[in-house]
């Protein structure tokens, strides 16, 4: 979603600011924009709608030079796509401010402030706090203070950095319910909501709280709690590479990230199984005594993520772990009754997610034994916030479509299995099995995607269809999920996803010739079971599109199939959720859309 960069500096900010936005165009956005206070001491804005590019080509045909700045990416929430909406907001020449997250109490304040003689730009509830700001530097003139009281009126969740003519050193930011990180320099400091923009210049970094408000200058940082008071946060070393950005030979980014996924699986194994045994220790030491509490487990999560946690909940309740999955938004706003012994599973790649990271914080005392994320990025909220993280090590995910992250989360998903497992008396020998067969995993994996090209020219069929049905059973009900939700989120075409057996209860009357029916037939005791569904679908003229195990047999006429190599049962959904993601690929491609960042959508949902 939105995304945020500043840098106070001795030199000009503006290639940073527009290097960091390019870094952050992953995250979704309808416009940006950026100010800097120029040498003669007052504030320079470009805003552009479209993308980085676009404000790009508005800065060197009439450039603009600071050495202290702040910039923006936006994803309308409020006000349609427009320069007058675009970041970052100013009220007259006083202040210039740029936000993430929602101002619930926006209507009021706006009204407020126009009683008062402020006029207003804009649809969005950010300029509101520009108004507010000015309003109070009247009798403040301090920034930071004028700061620490306006966010008192605010209601709702934000990331703010604020910059003002009259601070020729200072950026003032805070942060409430949308994260924030310092970046930190050698005479020169920075903010951005995710270290991925700030990495071609520092791996430095600070990482503010819940309710911090935060001083930037240039020869160093200052940090305030929610109280006010001075507040002391570690500064960490980001392991993350700046050339994780980079495409290579790929045509797009997600491209790339469904080829990793053999590698970043790989990664995710690495030292957590070894000669037929799962390293619980690598866990970290807290897990070993909350999986020794655990007697349920709930999973929150959002998207593609609460598809990972779906298929987790066969796995779970095969060794006999009771298991809710819940999406997040619904969650937390219902009244939860929490089984003794319950363990609160969280899963997001970002780890900001808004509406899980909120439904972390009312777990903490609604009873569970602990809280535990499966996450991708080790600085993020969730990361610190829950009692214990297994991280997936997928690396930066640039594609809004989510591929890698989803894979390795399901192959983390496996490891707390088997932890848990050990704790209902799963026999060393059938362990020693179910870790080779995760040993196994990226070879396999690897297997699928030399079909690439085979699933490409299947894709062919698709690229003038309206609507897709998704089927599967099982395990495999929430893999035909992801593989729906990934054909409309790139491609736009209406797809749908639904288990076999339910056919014949409403979805069967959308099949006809034109409907394009996807299927996973891994060789499992509902197969037969499947293949008859998918004879409901024959008989109503529906085409066929499956992918079967070796040892499958179809006998079924007018299909497409793509067969294979044999899969073990345990880590099949896994396998079988890549050659969708191709599948979905190749469709968006042929149909000329923006495939790593489709229309409408962010890869960060930071607000609610």
Known sequence: MCGIVGAVAQRNVVPILLEGLQRLEYRGYDSAGLAVRQADGNLARIRAVGKVAMLRQLQESNPILGDLGIAHTRWATHGMPAERNAHPHMSGEKVAVVHNGIIENHAELREELKAKGYFFTSETDTEVIAHLLAHLLESEPDLLKAVQKAVKHLVGAYGLAVSSPDEPDRLVVARAGSP?????????????????????????????????????????????????????RPERISQISASTADKGPYAHYMLKEIFEQPSVIAETLEGRIHK??????????????LFDKTRGVHIIACGTSYHAGLVARYWLEEIGIPCAVEVASEYRYRKVVVPEGTLFLSISQSGETADTLAALRFAKSAGYVGSLTICNVP??????????????RAGPEIGVASTKAFTTQLTALRLVTLALARRRG?????????VDELHALPRQVEVVLELSE????????????????????????PIALEGALKLKEISYIHAEAYPAGELKHGPLALVDASMPVVCALPDDPLLDKVLSNLQEVRARGGELFLFSDQKVKIELDRYQNLTLADIYPSTAPIVYSVPLQLLAYHVAVLKGTDVDQPRNLAKSVTVE
């Open 379 to 392: 600085e993020s909220s969730l990361t610190r916030e829950s009692d214990v993280a297994l991280m997936t």
């Open 276 to 289: 037929g045994r799962l390293l619980e220790e690598s866990f970290g030491h807290e897990a070993r005594a």
């Open 180 to 232: 924030l990180v310092v970046g930190l320099g050698v005479g020169e400091n920075f903010i951005a909501s995710d270290v991925f923009a700030l990495l071609p210049v520092t791996q430095r970094f600070v990482f503010l709280e819940e309710g911090d408000i935060a001083e930037i200058r240039r020869d160093g940082i200052r940090v305030f709690d929610v109280a006010g008071n001075p507040a002391q």
């Open 454 to 477: 085979a699933i490409r020219a299947m894709a062919a069929a698709f690229a003038d269809k309206q609507d897709a049905l998704f089927l599967g059973r099982g395990a495999f009900y």
């Open 426 to 434: 799963l026999a060393a020998e059938d362990e020693k099995r179910l």
